[in-house]
């Protein structure tokens, strides 16, 4: 029996809550397109964001570690597939629109510069048009104008709902202040859980890829009470953390975590009686997050991260030598754009100078930014 999109909209129509974002529901694309037969709008989306180059360049895109300190630790795109399933264990406890959440989810992270939130840093303090470098913002511009893959438009495409979801996407490090949606209004429930299932799995990952980096010692954490939980729910005494171990305390980590979400955001639903996306989206406040408690106990987590894992000196080194690189390769491009790549120098016709090599620089990965750097002041690498 074959399953078309009819009926794919038919099966969330009867089996989702009145608050999901229904796929037949969709306010549609900027450019219009026949939609596709076995697919509904979201799964389309999700697809295309899956198979963009922006996409695939996560692979080789610093998390916290750049590629090169070894195999283990997260990259963003293994951060970005956990964000996804972690987004999609939420929406199908809550009975939202899990293709939603899912696209919402792939997308979140396609505007980040090579060597992490250092490199982030670096092109918003070399760009000098005033707007800056954001990569939530570059993630909506690359959705919208950069990635070329259809003939007659710019960008994928995508449904409004899916970038309404990327542009509205809030975490305590990405403020978004896309224009184009309305300001007045929360993003939809499906485009919450992708902020919450965002901070939820940087938070329990870091703290795995930093244990297994010995960074800071276990008994360090015994200062935070959400470590002392874990401890208590596995009766693990502090002994030596071998590596099984470790695996077990994240686990039950994102497993509190989730639970919390859960059980938290059921409570705010029925507080409000949700009955539409809109009587979500018009709330003061996100429906989608933490139980008080949980929340104290995750920010003195952030906190602790921040001060044993982020300004650790390993990880403060690879951000300096991410600032030579990146500053040295824009001086470059700007004093000579001739040397960009043809199709960004077609893009300085209509765009400033600046912003074209940012979005050049913004597009490589860890390897390709040091290998550029090479081309450009090594003589001894061809270019």
Known sequence: MLVNRNRLEQIESDTLAP?????QNSRGRQHHEHEPEYRTAFQRDRDRILHSAAFRRLEYKTQVFVNDEGDYYRTRLTHTLEVAQIGRTIARALAVNEDLVEAICLAHDLGHAPFGHAGETILNNLLEDGEGFNHNHQSYRIVTKLERRYPNWPGLNLTYETLEGIAKHETEY????????????RGSLEAQIANVADELAYNAHD???ALQASLFTPSALDELAIWRELRARLNWQGETLDEITRHHIIRELVGLEVSDVLAHTEQQLAAINAQSPMDVQRQP???????????????????????HM?????????????EQFLDEIYKSYMDEPQQLPEDYQAMLEHMNRGRVV?????????????LEYRRLFDPLTLP
């Open 358 to 370: 940012v979005d050049y620089i913004a597009s490589m990965t860890d390897r390709s930014a040091l």
């Open 174 to 185: 990405d403020l978004s202040n896309i224009a184009g949606f309305d300001g007045t209004t």
């Open 285 to 307: 406040a996100n429906i989608v997050g933490h139980s008080a408690p949980v929340a104290q106990m995750n920010r003195a987590l952030k906190d602790f991260l921040r001060e």
């Open 19 to 23: 608050y999901a974002l229904l796929s």
């Open 207 to 209: 703290l795995d890829d």
């Open 310 to 322: 982020y300004r650790h000196f390993r990880v403060v080194r690879m951000a300096k030598r991410a």
